[in-house]
């Protein structure tokens, strides 16, 4: 049974920091793509980066030259660190992790709230 465990969310002004974490644990052989995801209410659940087990990252135009996001592959973790957050970041954010064992399946985190108050 494979499980992602998610960290690091909270309250925060705008203009400061927070950092996420994701870590896979379980059977598995492989973690292919990471990539965290977020949803406001009201609204419908968005990608905001990912990044593939080589390294290749992407983002949403919204949270690029704030967020970065990165991985531990040693760890099967991955990290969001989150800059300048904005009233607008609040939202539950949720880790995604495509995963190979038998055969590749996504699995989700059971998601972190992270409100940034003006």
């Known amino acids: 049974q494979v499980q992602l465990v998610e960290s690091g969310g909270g309250l925060v002004q705008a203009g400061g920091s927070l950092r996420l974490s994701c870590a896979a644990s379980g059977i598995f052989l492989k973690v292919n793509t990471m990539g965290w995801y977020r949803q406001a209410p009201g609204k419908q659940r968005e990608l905001v980066a990912d990044i593939t087990s080589g390294g290749s990252t992407g983002y949403a135009d919204s949270v690029k030259g704030r967020f970065t996001i990165s991985r531990d592959n040693a760890k099967s973790t991955v990290y969001l660190q989150m800059n300048n957050l904005k009233p607008e970041d609040t939202a539950v954010y949720y880790c995604?992790?495509?995963?190979?064992?038998?055969?590749?399946?996504?699995?989700w985190g059971q998601g972190t709230q992270v409100t940034v108050s003006s």
């Open positions: 995604n992790a495509n995963i190979f064992w038998a055969g590749s399946s996504d699995y």
